[in-house]
């Protein structure tokens, strides 16, 4: 095996309801402001939209906008906020070998179209024909461009100019969690210098809220930290955008690059989700993980979503491992694809300020530990998804 | 042959293929889609699958010996993926029954919810008048509509054939559009060049043929609309080209690290010598003029591969019979092949199978390894009319029967993704 060289982040970009930029992000969660969500627009479905916003700053012609659905704009954004945070943004020395890896979730409809189809089919004698028919006149051509999820890393390679390799992963949660280890691996291996990784999430959409209540998954009424959602819980949906520039230690030396921070291990797996699943597989992380952990200056962020019984699960194996524990999910809400990514980028704020964020819930338990420098990042999935990630500060 | 710890030219572990499996139009299995792919067949035919009212395309490579009664792309992928994988992994004899030793990279299309779904929630929701998606979403917590959720999770593909086979860790889902299927291979290369695994299960699996689909492609003018006859339709590199055939399919491939294949006894395919990758950034479907980004896409996996262009004898040609992938494609190889270009041949397996979509490089490396095996070229069929533009020997309409050593299988996609795979039949 080729030695594994030590994987530094060097940019991160976000994009939430909290606001733009990891700062921003970051002032909100230290203050414990209870965060921005919209139990009206979807009611009775609670949810975490953007605040209103141009997205003229990361991507300037007003074409490329319109070439894009929501997703793909804040995913573009927010990858536009990683590079410029990292000193590669507009470099195209630098851009030409940056690779990607994008989790995707995409598909997002045009909802007036679908629509009128529904209510016109039952007006008609043949149905099958007439949504041919209304397909073909009323699709628009670049709809489809918009709904395919590689065409996230297709923008971002067409607006920032990201032209190394490029790999869209598809998968929820744990697609999230696979494109860190991947990408963490290929650069520890010495298989990539510069790696741009993550993904962005539309949630606040009846389309989205549809799918995720065929598993009735969808918060529905009052709003309450993601601890304390009751016995069947619900994921509070969000638009979110989270990218992470990863880079190898030399890379990031030569160029005079500052680290955010040190992602050393990341694991995920795959369960089938009978009961004890969840805890089974946490545990067997947390095992592997233990003897790197620095348990007197280390916390977790936990990635539960606030469904349930998955995150009571979570929560008592967090317990057993007994460090202090917060969740961001609860202030920038859920945004699948792009959870993980956002919960390290998070996790780099956490480490460069010392401290943890405001506690918020039931399961947001312990103190801050003196001269914090280690923080383990959970995934748990709505349905898949069990996965962690180690961030250490970098000296 | 080399000792233990065998290693290729860049001193990484050499990655070996032991076992293949193949669903396209034209069968299931290796053997009889290998015979209908050098005697030239098509698998093109006019869709039977439902109404084609309204729409200028009315063909498609269909995998009709898959497909029964009404099965949802998520469905028909699967049982695609199922059937590849169950070939591949019985060829490499690899594992135990439901273990497979090692991790899934699976190359899948995007699913959504299907417009018989949101038919039948609507019919529930409001049974007559105006059904908008806050109907529909009242009612999706009913008990019955809850299988709907397997139709449509982008992960769920990669779940059920994870469990299937039982490979190892969290499976990779992925797509990066047409050249899916090679970045599967690619994704396992890496892993066990990195010494993660000593094995991989790379499949690439596509059955996304819907009104919808097709309106999608038609809309952005991709495909052919010579609809008779159909086989016909798929002419790469010819001159009246119109448009690529959408197609379904499925390729699986076991990869291995060599000195495993050999400790274990296992028969070696053919070495996957060389992955190469370069994304465009010029537009969304069309790819730079300059043609840089799909030459230093070919240029990267000779580099992977340690080899230079005189040691390609064969190109297995992305080819997908668009006006422009065929000009782009002809251009890029002419540049990284130079002169020596007009001796080489490249074939088109899209026009007897029509484009796999997110399958095609998973079944085009694997008929590149059977070209490889069978020393015995595929052609490209319906080349009639040739393209004076595209001064290539595009073994017309004919297999040929040659030596090959050593072949480049190309895969460009929609939103600048290329990749290009480099084969060879035995250990450099």
């Known amino acids: ?395 | 042959m080399a000792g233990p710890h065998t290693r290729d030219r860049a001193g990484r572990p050499v990655v070996a293929i032991t076992g293949m499996g193949v669903v396209t139009s034209l069968g299931v299995g290796k053997s009889d889609n290998w015979a209908k792919l050098t005697a030239g067949t098509s698998g093109i035919r006019r869709i039977s699958r439902f109404p084609l009212d309204s729409m200028r395309t009315t063909i498609a490579g269909t995998a009709n010996d898959v497909y029964k009664n009404y099965m949802p792309p998520a469905e028909l992928s699967k049982r695609i993926a199922l059937l590849a994988g169950e070939e591949a992994i019985s060829e490499s004899g690899i594992g135990g029954k439901g273990h497979f030793p090692g991790p899934l990279f699976i190359a899948l299309p995007p699913l959504e919810i299907e417009w018989p779904y949101r038919i039948q929630v609507a019919e529930t929701a409001v049974p007559t008048g105006e059904a908008g998606y806050p109907d529909l979403t009242r009612v999706a917590r009913e008990p019955q509509f809850a299988p709907i959720s397997d139709t449509i999770r982008y992960g769920i593909i990669g779940e059920y054939v994870a469990a299937h086979f039982g490979t190892e860790g969290s499976p990779i889902s992925l797509t990066t559009a047409c050249a899916s299927g090679a970045t599967a291979i690619q994704l396992g290369v890496e892993a066990i060049r990195r010494g993660e695994c000593s094995a991989a299960l790379a499949i690439g699996a596509d059955g996304s043929l819907t009104p919808e689909s097709l309106v999608r492609f038609s809309l952005l003018s991709a495909l052919s609309t010579q609809n008779d006859p159909p086989e016909q339709a798929s002419k790469p590199f010819s001159k009246n080209r119109d448009g690529f055939v959408l197609a379904e399919g499925g390729g699986a491939l076991v990869i291995e690290d060599l000195d495993h294949a050999w400790a274990r006894g296992a028969r070696v395919l053919g070495i996957l010598e060389g992955c190469g990758e370069k994304s465009d950034s010029f537009h969304r479907t069309r790819s730079s003029p300059d043609g840089k980004p799909i030459i230093a896409c070919m240029r990267n996996a000779l580099a992977d591969a340690g080899v230079g262009p005189e040691d390609v004898d064969y190109i297995n040609a992305h080819g997908t019979s668009t006006p422009e992938n065929d000009k782009m494609e002809s251009l890029g190889v002419s540049a990284v092949f130079g002169e020596r270009i007009r001796g080489i041949p490249i074939s088109s397996n899209k026009s007897m199978i029509g484009h796999t979509l997110t399958a095609a490089g998973a079944v085009e490396a694997v008929f590149s390894l059977l070209t490889l095996e069978h020393q015995r070229i595929p052609p490209t069929i319906n080349h009639h009319v040739p393209d004076p533009a595209i001064p290539l020997d595009v073994v017309p309409n004919v297999a040929r029967d040659t030596r090959v050593s050593r072949v480049i299988s190309n895969s460009f996609g929609f939103g600048g993704q290329n990749v290009s795979l480099i084969m060879t039949r035995e250990p450099a």
Not at chain 1, 110 to 119: E, G, Q
Not at chain 1, 217 to 245: E, H, I, M, N, Y
């Open chain 1, 1 to 395: 095996m080729t030695a594994r060289r030590e994987v530094w982040i060097t940019g991160v970009g976000l994009l939430t309801c909290l606001g733009e930029g990891l700062e921003s992000v970051w002032s909100h969660l230290e203050r414990g402001d209870p965060p921005p969500y919209d139990d009206k627009s979807f009611a009775p479905y609670v949810v975490h939209p953007l605040a209103p916003m141009s997205f003229d700053k990361q991507i300037p012609k007003k074409s490329d906008q319109r070439q894009m659905e929501m997703w793909q704009r804040v995913g573009v954004y927010t990858a536009g906020l990683a590079l410029s945070d990292a000193g590669i943004a507009g470099k195209p020395e630098l851009l030409d070998h940056t690779d990607m890896i994008v989790d995707a979730g995409g598909g997002e409809r045009d909802i007036a179209v679908d629509t009128a189809i529904l209510s016109g089919m039952r007006k008609v004698a043949e149905p099958a024909a007439f949504l041919n028919e209304r397909l073909m006149s009323d699709l628009r051509p670049t709809l489809f461009l918009a709904q395919l999820p590689n065409l996230l890393a297709g923008n971002i390679s067409l607006v920032h100019g990201v032209v190394g390799s490029s790999r869209t992963f598809m998968g929820e949660e744990g697609a999230g969690v696979d494109a860190v280890r991947v990408a963490q691996a290929r650069i520890a291996a010495g298989q990539s210098d510069l790696t741009l990784v993550g993904g962005s999430y539309h949630g606040p959409r009846w389309d989205v809220l549809f799918s995720f209540e065929l598993t009735s998954s969808a918060l529905r009424g009052k709003f309450a930290p993601v601890w304390d959602r009751g016995p069947q819980g619900g994921l509070a949906l969000a638009t979110l955008g989270a990218f992470l520039v990863l880079e190898s230690r030399e890379h990031a030396q030569a160029r005079g690059a500052r680290p955010r921070g040190r992602i050393s291990e990341v694991y995920s797996d795959r369960n089938l989700r009978k009961p004890g699943d969840i805890e089974v597989s946490l545990r067997r992380q947390l095992e592997v993980i233990a003897p790197q952990v620095d348990r007197d200056h280390a916390a977790i962020i936990s990635g539960a979503s606030g469904l349930e019984p998955a995150t009571s699960a979570e929560l008592t194996v967090l317990k057993e491992f007994g460090l202090p524990v917060r969740n961001a999910g609860t202030y920038i809400g859920h945004g699948v694809d792009a959870q993980f990514a956002a919960n390290i980028g998070i996790a780099s704020a956490v480490l460069e300020h010392g401290k943890l964020f405001a506690p918020a819930g039931s399961g947001d338990t312990g103190e801050s530990p003196p001269a914090l420098s280690q923080i383990v990042v959970t995934s748990v999935g709505n349905w898949r998804g069990e996965g962690l990630a180690v961030i250490t500060r970098a000296e």
